[in-house]
């Protein structure tokens, strides 16, 4: 079985500032894809940026980008130029990757404030 | 592209009473799956399926709870005998897997409250 752990429950981040989001996992799979996704107030989840576990190269969205240790098992979520939209809560999810068993597993998420 | 489309957005029902949600995914996914959400935590699985096949069902899927997705189109989730801890937001989501698995895309769900 396969944990997302996401330790940090709130974050507040100025404007135009910076934030990194962590994100950390468990699991005995070799090949898998992470998410992250975002889920503004009382809208729908919508993907924010995915990495595939077998390439080496850290994704990147625009503003969004992540720091994928696969060693570490950690993946966190860097958003740039911190804009008021960003505010939501922000999923961090883990994906096997082929077979059958082929369902996200979610951390309890983190609540983003972009103070203006 | 309509998105994946949930109804009701939201229901009220007493306890005891059954309940029946409906989700149309993204037409060309054939991966539909659903979730569940309490206030301030990450989304659960529940169950999904591949075409109108039910691959794998979660221990949180209790016997009161049962979906369907008989034409491998459009599915139903009913809870049977609701309590006031089924009350969550319930998320269907879809995707299209074609050997490389594709991102979830979620519907904006329905709230459920039991009273």
């Known amino acids: 079985a396969q944990t997302v752990t996401q330790s940090q429950p709130e974050m507040s981040v100025q404007e135009a500032e910076t934030v990194t989001l962590s994100c950390t996992y468990d699991t005995s799979e070799s090949n898998y894809y992470l998410f992250w996704y975002k889920q503004p107030p009382s809208r729908q989840m919508i993907l924010v940026i995915r990495?595939?576990?077998?390439?080496?190269q850290n994704a990147t969205e625009n503003r969004f980008s992540v720091n994928f240790q696969k060693a570490a098992k950690s993946f966190s979520l860097k958003i740039s130029d911190s804009q008021l939209g960003d505010t939501a809560m922000y999923f961090c999810?883990?994906?096997?990757?082929?077979?059958?068993?082929?369902?996200?597993?979610f951390g309890k998420g983190i609540t983003l404030s972009v103070r203006p | 592209d309509t998105g994946v489309s949930q109804d009701p957005r939201h229901k009220i029902t007493k306890r005891g009473q059954n309940v029946t949600f409906r989700c149309d995914p993204i037409?060309?996914?054939?991966?539909l799956y659903w979730y569940r959400q309490t206030l301030g935590q990450g989304p659960e699985f529940l169950t999904y399926?591949?075409?109108?096949?039910?691959?794998?069902k979660s221990r949180l899927l209790s016997d009161r709870f049962s979906a369907e997705r008989p034409k491998g189109s459009f599915s139903t989730l009913e809870i049977q005998r609701t309590e006031q801890g089924d009350s969550a937001m319930y998320l269907c989501a879809s995707s299209l897997s074609s050997g490389a698995v594709s991102p979830l895309h979620f519907g904006n769900g329905t709230r459920l409250t039991v009273t």
């Open positions: 037409s060309e996914h054939n991966r």
């Open positions: 399926f591949q075409n109108e096949a039910q691959l794998e």
């Open positions: 990495q595939e576990a077998y390439k080496q």
């Open positions: 999810a883990f994906m096997p990757r082929g077979g059958a068993n082929s369902k996200l597993t």
